[in-house]
């Protein structure tokens, strides 16, 4: 099951068409607010009368939306908390607050929420106005036999008003694509594994993966540093000859591990990654995999490595051991899985706010400024969220990633379980043995069944 989709817009933007289309792609559930929101309002004292009232007193409909805000607000609330993990399809109204306080309870709801998606036409806002009124006239003369100019002066609000871009997570542009085809953007821009089935569950990669802008940024920010030179070594030492490098990204690593008549493989489940990858000096020296853990094979391999702190990714202890079983049956009896995991004793995860990770990056999308802000906290599961600022044009890209940290005594167990024998645990690149206040472990572990 994928994190919970909220997408918002104005009137006529194609929330419905798109969410249900999206729900049956991802076998989620499909939530519409507005069906729900009348039974939400009358929690909190919705009045009837009162409403009506305004109808005949208030001039026009924007300003009779004013008493709604605070119903719609508990509505956002509500759904949130309701309904995890499906496809939430908003009214126009519940992304758009003039009123700091209602702005900013419904911004904390959604903090929760891994993808805000706003959908417009265009970036350009007097052309978006213009194509969401010509559908909701044409809707309104063909529902109503009358076009009431109040409704495109409240659908124009809905659009031009920046709280539904500080809201969202990202923004789609639809421009001329069909609800098939924008329910395919979407697919894509999160990241999930689109050669599965319409219906089935889908695998999630994190933004970063699979963007292209952030992808190019992604070896600007991880450049080659002393964990490179400690997987480097280690190769050496071992006198790998065969190694497979499980979640290669860039396969900036995976590059350098390529020497000497080396047969080295870079596997990774994204697309946009490898591509990058293949684009590389040195790329022809490799042999580059897309998928997951279950298309290592059975090479027999020396040295399966795990760097940049993959092993965190895998959420679930079954996907998890699920990963080593693969790992095992890839290695020869006597072959080696290196990793490393950050300590949760060491709670790094408190210093990951603005003020400490604010970054400047220059880049091929020009200047680009970074930093981190973690959304919560529970299980052993750390939710944060990236920040990536292109200062060129304004735009804020915006991911939304879950670690999963496991104490040693849990990735100990595991690697027995798996059929593995821990030969070294480090606390940091200098080979510096593990204790408890170590801000990482590293684990260099021996399939059993062979000698070093």
Not at 12 to 27: E, F, H, I, M, Q
Not at 94 to 100: K, L, P, S, T
Not at 310 to 336: K, M, S
Not at 344 to 370: F, I, K, M, S, Y
């Amino acid at each position: 099951m994928c994190d919970t989709i909220a997408l918002i817009g104005p009137m006529c933007a194609g929330k419905s068409s798109t969410a249900r289309l999206l729900a049956t792609r991802l076998g989620m559930a499909h939530v519409e607010l507005d069906r729900l929101r009348w039974d939400y309002y009358q929690e909190i004292g919705y009045d009837e009368q009162m409403a009506t009232l305004l109808r005949s007193s208030e001039p026009g409909l924007l300003e009779r939306s004013n008493y709604w805000k605070p119903f719609e607000a508990y509505a956002v609330e509500r759904a949130v908390q309701d309904f995890p993990g499906c496809v939430l399809d908003f009214g126009a109204g519940n992304g758009v607050y003039e009123d700091a306080a209602l702005f900013a309870r419904v911004q904390q709801a959604l903090a929760t929420v891994a993808h805000v998606i706003l959908l417009l036409p265009t970036p350009d806002l007097a052309e978006a106005t213009a194509v969401v009124n010509t559908r909701l006239a044409q809707l309104l003369q063909e529902v109503a036999g009358t076009v009431n100019p109040e409704a495109l002066r409240l659908n124009a609000h809905f659009v031009n008003h920046p709280s539904s871009r500080q809201l969202a997570t990202q923004i789609i542009y639809t421009g001329e694509q069909t609800p098939e085809q924008v329910c395919e953007t979407i697919v894509q821009n999160l990241g999930l594994n689109a050669s599965a089935k319409p219906g089935e569950p889908l695998t999630q990669l994190d933004r970063h993966y699979t963007d292209p802008r952030l992808v190019d940024l992604y070896d600007i920010e991880n450049p080659h540093g002393p964990d490179f030179d400690f997987f480097l070594q280690l190769a050496d030492e071992l006198h790998a000859q065969q190694i497979l490098d499980l979640g290669c990204g860039t396969g900036l690593l995976t590059r350098q591990l390529a020497v000497d008549g080396r047969k080295v493989t870079g596997v990774d489940p994204a697309a946009a990654m490898l591509a990058y990858a293949r684009r590389q000096p040195g790329a022809e020296q490799v042999t580059w995999v897309e998928g997951n853990s279950s298309a290592l094979g059975t090479p027999n391999a020396d040295l399966v490595l795990m760097t940049s702190n993959v092993a965190q990714v895998f959420l679930d202890d079954e996907q998890w051991a699920t990963t080593l079983g693969h790992i095992h049956a890839a290695l020869r009896p006597g072959g080696h899985l290196a990793f490393e995991s950050r300590n949760p004793a060491d709670r790094g995860w408190e210093q990951w706010n603005p003020a400490t990770t604010l970054t400047q990056l220059e880049t091929p999308h020009g200047p680009v400024e970074t930093w981190l802000e973690v959304v919560g906290v529970e299980n052993a599961r750390v939710q944060f969220r990236g920040y990536n600022l292109f200062k060129k044009t304004g735009e804020v890209l915006v991911v939304t990633s879950t670690l999963r940290y496991r104490s040693y005594a849990e990735i100990s167990n595991s690697l027995s379980k798996a059929g593995f024998i821990i030969e070294q645990v480090y606390g940091n690149w200098q080979r510096e043995p593990f204790n408890n206040s170590s801000r990482m472990m590293v684990f260099i572990a021996r399939r059993s069944g062979g000698s070093t």
